[in-house]
Structure formats: structure tokens, C-alpha cells
């Protein structure tokens, strides 16, 4: 019979009969899926030009992973056969997609072809071919206390490999290709390592790079009583964690902490933001973004990976505070060089730093306000997310330590007569000025401590939270002759003085983590914030697998 080399193509049934003279193959199709009606069909030959008959045939979508321990996400047809005694096979009943078909002799040869069908093919013959001497993977684990745990598979194969007691594989009857290697622990929820662009030669032994996990532990979260004692689940919510010596070796990351990345059980990659990494002083706090925290719950965590210092896994930017989550503007405040003050939000509401100094605050570094000169104007703030209309739905909320409680002072706010958080009269104050009133609420302040302050106008109706506890929900409404002026930025540390008003009110002292939103944050919300940023968090546990 005359061999059809080098392409494929699709021919209707009858001239199948006349241009493809091999018999057909034993079709024992096993564990098929979502059939479809196109169909494969070939001639295969030993190595020495004789038919490669009873040779085993494999048929796997090229994304298959055998036994996999997280959902494959594969579609297609997967069958098992083998050759007849003329080397021929066939297999029918085909889904659509992209596959590998395996023959291997199982002694000495295999070979690997790869096609694609689509609900259009029909019947399709390929090429005929020939088996080829085996190739050879081998390499080494690394790290790993139990070595029978760990599963080395190849990517669109039918490959599953036990690595022995000091951590060395090898896979040596495989079909020449190149391939991709995936490496999974099975005592644990850790995320696979993959290994790409093997290019295993027919004949030849292909030693890749030793693989380890390197590094990794689990970041658990409590909201039973003995923790942040959560009654009601939040969600979207951006949970702070600090590495210090004491939970973490710094000398295991990189100096600028580029290698860690976070995971949820499922192996989806969380979003995550680094605010501060000094692997010299031994302290780190990243934000990391939950989807939901569960409600008197001590089981949920995500993995924290790290010590691979070629790693590339994505960081979506700006994605932990997401402003479909609310989130309008956040600015941790920790520059500690010249530069803006960066809005960790996808609206880079950035600030201009005018004579402020960088210092050790609540959440990494804070910044220093002199009270004489020194503020942080954002830019595009004056008809950006940040201009909130008279009497609508926002949250403003800051870290405060102030010098002196004597003077009036804005901490945070929009303009001089639109909305702020600040000083007054020895008091915290949330106000905001309305047609022809002046709407605050406010409770006694102190100076030369760290106090979390959010104040929260929900359809206009106030809310002033200290330390994540309400302190007031009454407001007292003034008349004013001041009109209300949305024409004016977003500052902190000062107001920009505009008609009548012409006092910049300077603070004294260290501000940390501003943060503006355009909803009305919940109790629940407010507390976990004061829980989970002050020093003493009971809301996240560390435990090394």
C-alpha cells in the first residue's frame, strides 16, 4: 500500500474506501465524552517498515491531565485502542478539538500525533507514520518530606509518575515531542509546579532543571469569638496581613518580595498588593483580597507561596481595592522618597505631597504633617469620583495620630465647604455643608495615639465610628449664609480656603490609610477594618504546611 505522508486531510466515506486500503483497527473506545460524529483514521509502521500491529493507541485532549487533583477543564473525547494486524486503527464518535493521539509498541518505539477536529470534519485520515525509539524525561524534586505523595504527569498524555525516595523520575517510553510537565502534590492543597517547553528527542534523554515548591504557608482567617468575632459575612473585602520575623524568613523571599503570590484552595490566583517589603528590618504588609469572609468561621484560608525566584505569576494591578467594590479612592500613604501619594485604586486619583515627611505609622509608614505647610492635593478629584453630590451615600475613613487637639485641623476633605473629616473644637468632627445648613456630628478627640476614624453619610443621614465602634449617629444641622462649593479638590492634611472661609486649618501629626468610597460602609465593615489593620489583629493566623 502506497503510505499518504506529510498532511491530512478530509474525504468523504466512500473514497475513504478506495484511497485507504488498511483495515480498520479494534475501535474499544473507554471513558468517551460529549461524542460527535467526526472520525480518525490511520496506518501506522514499526520502526523496520512493518505494520506496528497490536500497538497500544491513546486519544487525549492535548489539555488532559491524568488523575488530576484539580478540575481539568478539559472537553473532548478520550479513547483507548490498539492497532490491527496491518498497524491500522480508527476511531469515530469524536467531540471537537484539539488532541494527541499516542502509539507506543509499549517496548521500544511510539509516536505522537496531533490534530484537530471541528464538528465540520467528517471523516479525516492522517497521515500515515512511524513509530519511533522512545525519549527519555528525567529531573529531581526538591524540598518534599514524603516523596510517594508527589505525581509527575505530562500535559495531554496518559502519564501519572511516582518519583523515588530521594525525589528522582524518569519517563522513558515516551513518544518524541515537546511537552509540558505538571507536578502535583497530593497530601496538600499547593499549587502545582508546570514545567514548559520539554523537548523530548526520540532516542534521547532530556534532563530538565530540579522543581520545588520551595516555600509556603497557609493564611487563615478567624471570626469566631476568639477572633473578629464576625456575626454577618463580608465581602470583597481587602484583608491586611504583616510578615514579620517571627511567622516569616525573610532571607527564604527575594529582597523586594516579587516571588510571592497567594492562592485559594481551588488554585485561582488571588489579587494582591504589597504596601510595604523591607526584608532588612524584617517586616512586610501586603493587602490581600477576599471574595467573602465567612461569618464565626476558623477554617478559611488562602496559600501564600514563595522562595521561586524566577516566578511570573500575574498581580492584577489595582484589583484588591476594586471600585466596584465601592472603593473611590485608597492612598496608604507609605512613600517614603519624593513622589506621589498613589491611589491604590484602578481611578489613580494620585496626590501631589507638598512638605510631608514619611513616618512609622499604623499600617507600614504614615505621613507627617507639620501643621504649617505640609498637605497632599489629588489630582482629578474636583468632578471625579470623589465629588459627591449634597446628601448622597459615601464613607471616608483614616488612620490618625495628631500632635495637638487644640486647634482646628482638617484631617481629610473635599474642598473647604463640601465634605471633611477633621479637628474641632478639641472634638472629631464629620461634616458637610448643604443648601443653607451645615450638617456635622462629632465625639471628643484625643492627641498622641493612633485612632481609626470613619465617618459614613448614608442618603445624607450621618455615622462616626472610633476605633471601629459607633460613637454617634445624631447629627445637628446649622444655618449657614456659606454655599456650598464642589469646585475644590480633594485634599489631606488641609483645606483649600474658597469665599468667606479663609483659614487652610493644617493638622499636626501622622496620618495613615485614607480611604474614600461611594457606599455606606456597615457596622460589620467598620469593625473589621479597626480589627484587622491596629496592631493587635486577631482576624488572620499563620500556619506553615
Request: aromatic residues 10%; negative net charge; proline residues 3%.
Given at each position: ?72 477543564n478539559y472537553s473532548g473525547t478520550v479513547a483507548n485502542t490498539i492497532t490491527d494486524s496491518k ?393 449657614t449664609s456659606v454655599q456650598r462649593d464642589e469646585s475644590l479638590a480633594f485634599t489631606i492634611g ?18 495613615d490609610e485614607v480611604r474614600v468610597l461611594n457606599k455606606a460602609l456597615n457596622p460589620e465593615d ?20
Open positions: 500500500m502506497r503510505r499518504i505522508n506529510n498532511y491530512l486531510f478530509t474525504i468523504a466515506l466512500t473514497a475513504i474506501s478506495v484511497l485507504y486500503s488498511c483495515t480498520k483497527g479494534n475501535s474499544d473506545l473507554t471513558g468517551t465524552s460529549e461524542q460527535g460524529n467526526a472520525k480518525i483514521s490511520t496506518c501506522i509502521y514499526s520502526s523496520d517498515g512493518t505494520p506496528a500491529s497490536n500497538a497500544i493507541v491513546r486519544l487525549r485532549p492535548s489539555e488532559y491531565i491524568s488523575n488530576s487533583l484539580s478540575d481539568s498497524g491500522s486503527l480508527s476511531i469515530d464518535s469524536l467531540a471537537d478539538g484539539t488532541y494527541n493521539l499516542e502509539i507506543n509498541n509499549t517496548k521500544s518505539e511510539a509516536l505522537l500525533i496531533t490534530f484537530s477536529i471541528n464538528s465540520l470534519s467528517g471523516s479525516t485520515i492522517l497521515r500515515n507514520d512511524t513509530l519511533k525509539p522512545f525519549a527519555t524525561i528525567t529531573g529531581k524534586i526538591d524540598n518534599p518530606e514524603n516523596f510517594s505523595k508527589i505525581a509527575v504527569k505530562i500535559i495531554g498524555l496518559e502519564r501519572s509518575i511516582t518519583p523515588d525516595s530521594t525525589g528522582v523520575y524518569h519517563i522513558d517510553n515516551l513518544p518524541q515531542s515537546t511537552y509540558t510537565l505538571q507536578i502535583e502534590r497530593t497530601d496538600t492543597i499547593v499549587p502545582p509546579i508546570s514545567i514548559t517547553g520539554i523537548n523530548a528527542q526520540s532516542g534521547t534523554t532530556t534532563t530538565i532543571p530540579d522543581a520545588s515548591w520551595h516555600y509556603y504557608m497557609r493564611v487563615k482567617l478567624n471570626t469566631t469569638a476568639s477572633g473578629a468575632a464576625l456575626d454577618k459575612p463580608v465581602y470583597n473585602y481587602p484583608v491586611l496581613i504583616r510578615l514579620t520575623s517571627s511567622n516569616f524568613d525573610f532571607t527564604q523571599s527575594t529582597s523586594d518580595g516579587h516571588d510571592i503570590w497567594f492562592i485559594k484552595p481551588d488554585y485561582t490566583i488571588v489579587p494582591y498588593e504589597i504596601e510595604r517589603w523591607d526584608s532588612t528590618a524584617n517586616k512586610a504588609e501586603i493587602w490581600l483580597r477576599f471574595d467573602t469572609i465567612l461569618p464565626d468561621d476558623s477554617t478559611q484560608y488562602y496559600i501564600m507561596h514563595w522562595g521561586d525566584r524566577l516566578s511570573s505569576i500575574p498581580r492584577p494591578e489595582k484589583a484588591v481595592f476594586d471600585t466596584s467594590a465601592g472603593y473611590q479612592g485608597v492612598w496608604h500613604l507609605g512613600e517614603t522618597t519624593t513622589g506621589e501619594a498613589v491611589d491604590a485604586t484602578a481611578n489613580r486619583s494620585d496626590g501631589t505631597r507638598v512638605s510631608v515627611a514619611s513616618a512609622e505609622g499604623v499600617i507600614g509608614n504614615g505621613q507627617q504633617f507639620d501643621g504649617s505647610s505640609a498637605y497632599i492635593t489629588m489630582k482629578t478629584s474636583v468632578d471625579g469620583a470623589l465629588n459627591f453630590q449634597e446628601k448622597s451615600t459615601w464613607s471616608i475613613s483614616a488612620w490618625v495620630n495628631a500632635g495637638n487637639i487644640s486647634d482646628e485641623q482638617v484631617i481629610l476633605g473635599k474642598g473647604s465647604t463640601q465634605y471633611h473629616l477633621k479637628i474641632s473644637g478639641k472634638k472629631w468632627l464629620l461634616g458637610e455643608f448643604r443648601s443653607e445648613t451645615y450638617s456635622s456630628i462629632s465625639s471628643e478627640a484625643a492627641a498622641d495615639s493612633w485612632y481609626y476614624l470613619c465617618g459614613i453619610s448614608n442618603n445624607g443621614v450621618f455615622s462616626l465610628y472610633i476605633n471601629g465602634t459607633i460613637v454617634s449617629s445624631t447629627a445637628s444641622e446649622q444655618d488641609k483645606q483649600f480656603s474658597a469665599g468667606s472661609i479663609s483659614s487652610f486649618c493644617y493638622f499636626t501629626g501622622i496620618i467598620v469593625q473589621l477594618n479597626y480589627i484587622n489593620e491596629h496592631s493587635g489583629n486577631t482576624l488572620v493566623q499563620f500556619r506553615k504546611l
